[in-house]
């Protein structure tokens, strides 16, 4: 029997929508997952990662925090797992950590993959950077990219390896919960970590010029008491909120912002658009891709305070109606499926 593997894949975390991930691939593929850690020190809320629910082969080079972990000893111990799982693929996931690199290095460039969730809107492609980058790629023959905006990343990096677009970095929790077909109560909210990328001064501004309106944050972060005191009236901070419990309070809302000045993805956009929840993404936001504009929601400017203040002042009944719609029509197991798909043999 053969004892090949179809992929070795390479992670920094067990993060929950990665977890769900791979255990949609093993359902069919003979897979063996290397975690480079168990945890990190940021982290959206204490269910976002663990390996619980995992249904597949794994290792964990590291017990700890991701930015601690001991870089040369966990890729001595990739390296090492690598001589002892013969595979048809290595997949990495990115380009940024050391044990990528010693991956890609100890394996053929005919056997080398790597998953790309940075997009041509936040990554660089001038400078040592990207030069660091074109060298990488020089080690792998297929791309695994959440959209063309990604796809687009390689071909400005020179990648000409063969293309397979993932439409999305994971697969979400299914939401037990939809959100009902209630009138529009100007509810919007946000979930991010509390920090300068995420672009929440931006946000307050545009809550404080619309008074009738109303925005609940969840998140932490190190922004949290400035962001406190800048805010108006109509702001709520929840602070941080279990994974498991989203779905529940998105259903509470009639809107979710995403108003980041860079994003590769943007989970929380699926998991919106999962109860059927309207969504407003920066168009730096890699997961805009799955907003039609009028349809579901709509994508705005994320320095323009006017855009967002005008698309939220402009939505009437009517029009709201028609993005609820849109938005409870959006199919996460199509997705989903689009997503595994992605992986199978070719």
Known sequence: MDQTLDYVITTPLPVFYK?????????????FVVFLASETKEKRAGDFTGLKNACFEHATLFAGNLQERPLWKNSYQLVQ??????CKWLLVGGWDCLEFWAGVLASPKAQNAIVVESSIYESTTRGVKAWLKRVFLGRISRAFVCSHKHAKLL??????????????????????LCRDKRSYAKQFICVARLSGVKN???????????????????????????????????????GAVENARLGELFCA???LILPSLSEPW????EEALAVGLPVFVSSACGAQVLVQEGVNGFIFDPKDEMRLIGLLEGLSLAGYKTLLEGALAWSLEAKDNKQVQAYAPK
């Open 19 to 31: 977890v769900n991930l791979y255990n949609e691939l093993a359902k069919s593929l003979k897979i």
């Open 81 to 86: 797992i690598l001589r002892q799982k013969p």
């Open 266 to 269: 943007g989970l929380v956009v």
């Open 253 to 255: 809302f009639d809107g």
């Open 200 to 238: 929440l001064e931006f946000l307050l501004r545009v809550f404080h010029n619309l008074p009738d309106f109303s925005l609940s944050l969840v998140g932490t972060g190190e922004l949290e008491e400035a962001l406190k005191r800048m805010a108006s009236p109509n702001v709520a901070f929840l």
């Open 155 to 176: 071909e400005v990096l020179g990648f000409k390896g063969e293309f397979r677009i993932t439409h999305g970095v994971g697969i979400i929790h299914k939401p037990l």
